[in-house]
């Protein structure tokens, strides 16, 4: 699996476009969201996916995509002194 983030998010047309390290934007649409409501997903978000090459338009097109969470909520943690 591939790590990433949305970039784009069309809601209304039922696709977007993901971001990641050293390589070109892979869309993707709402039929290959796992785990989590297309609805739910923001531009921003970090997810997993995976990807294949395919014969039309120029980017590649994700066969799966799972939002993920990181560990550590920005605000989660407050100090008790």
């Keep these: ?9 069309l809601p209304r047309n ?4 993901i971001a990641s390290v050293g390589a070109v934007d892979t869309f993707f649409d709402r039929s290959v969201v796992e785990d989590v409501p297309f609805e739910e997903l923001h531009e921003g978000q970090a997810v997993e996916f995976l990807s294949q090459e395919h014969g039309w338009g120029t980017c590649p097109r994700a066969t799966l ?17």
């Excluded at 039922?14 to 476009?17: M, T």
């Excluded at 995509?65 to 002194?81: L, M």
């Design 65 to 81: 995509v799972r939002a993920t969470s990181s560990a550590v909520a920005v605000g989660a943690f407050h100090s008790s002194e």
């Design 14 to 17: 039922g696709y977007g476009f």
């Design 1 to 9: 699996m591939l790590n990433g983030s949305i970039t784009r998010l």
